[in-house]
């Protein structure tokens, strides 16, 4: 397959969570990971990416300075993630083809698997990397303590980031929204509202999220691995 082109793609990567579940002295973004902050991992890797176009990092003001030497644009932290992502947004070239959005608690993404998501993004207009659940999931009751139903896990898909989209359909997404008042937790959200379709792009299992003080000692003992890997098969 022809290698993917990230020329026409501006990179948002979200780094203003205050990070509450972690019990830290800091954001999560910011605590140590094999000796770097976690945040800096993943910047690093979208800095490297052939040509890409722009990487808008999402950061509250008091932490910049410490980021002061890439070749990024700033933008505000909005009050939820969709006003971080617009915020973002704003500071995305007008000629992008495509925007990627990706949270900075995913140090662990891989430059095949953002590759793979924005191809999908390309011919698609939008799409999202996930992995099928593997646990039994099941739907409790309104009070959370009994079981509802148990669902059909062949349908079921955990999504991570990155989330690929084109501008005009976030913006158009942004509007419907807003004037409707809507709740979304992810980016591609925005786009399910609109009714247009977002490609799931198989991603990778060790492709987490950092959320509890657990998180890093995993993230740690992958990234150890794949040096191993790298080192006995170079």
Not at 137 to 153: N, P
Not at 197 to 216: H, I, R
Request: net charge negative; with cysteine.
């Amino acid at each position: 397959a022809a290698a993917t082109s990230f020329e026409d793609v501006a990179v948002i990567l979200l780094a203003g969570g205050v990070g509450s579940r972690m019990k830290a002295d800091r954001p999560k973004q910011f605590l140590d990971l094999r000796g770097k902050p976690v945040l800096q991992h993943s910047l690093e890797l979208f800095l490297s990416l052939e040509n890409v176009k722009r990487v808008v990092l999402v950061l509250d003001q008091s932490y910049r300075s410490e980021f002061a030497d890439y070749d990024i644009e700033f933008a505000d932290p909005g009050a939820e993630r969709q006003d971080s992502v617009k915020n973002g947004l704003a500071a995305c070239p007008e000629d992008a083809a495509l925007v990627c959005i990706h949270d900075a608690a995913r140090p662990l993404v891989t430059k095949d698997a953002i590759g793979r998501v924005v191809d999908d993004a390309r011919e698609h207009g939008a799409a999202v990397l996930g992995v099928p659940v593997k646990p039994t999931i099941k739907e409790c009751t309104a009070d959370g303590a009994f079981v509802a139903q148990t669902l059909e896990r062949n349908k079921l898909w955990e999504v991570q980031t990155p989330q690929v989209i084109r501008p005009a359909l976030l913006k158009e997404g942004f509007d419907k929204v807003e004037a409707e008042g809507l709740e979304v937790t992810d980016d591609v959200s925005i786009v399910e509202q609109l009714g247009k379709p977002v490609k799931l792009t198989l991603g990778d299992y060790t492709n987490l999220k950092l959320t509890t003080p657990d998180d890093m000692i995993y993230a740690a003992a992958i990234m150890d691995l794949r040096e191993a890997q790298r080192a006995a098969d170079p």
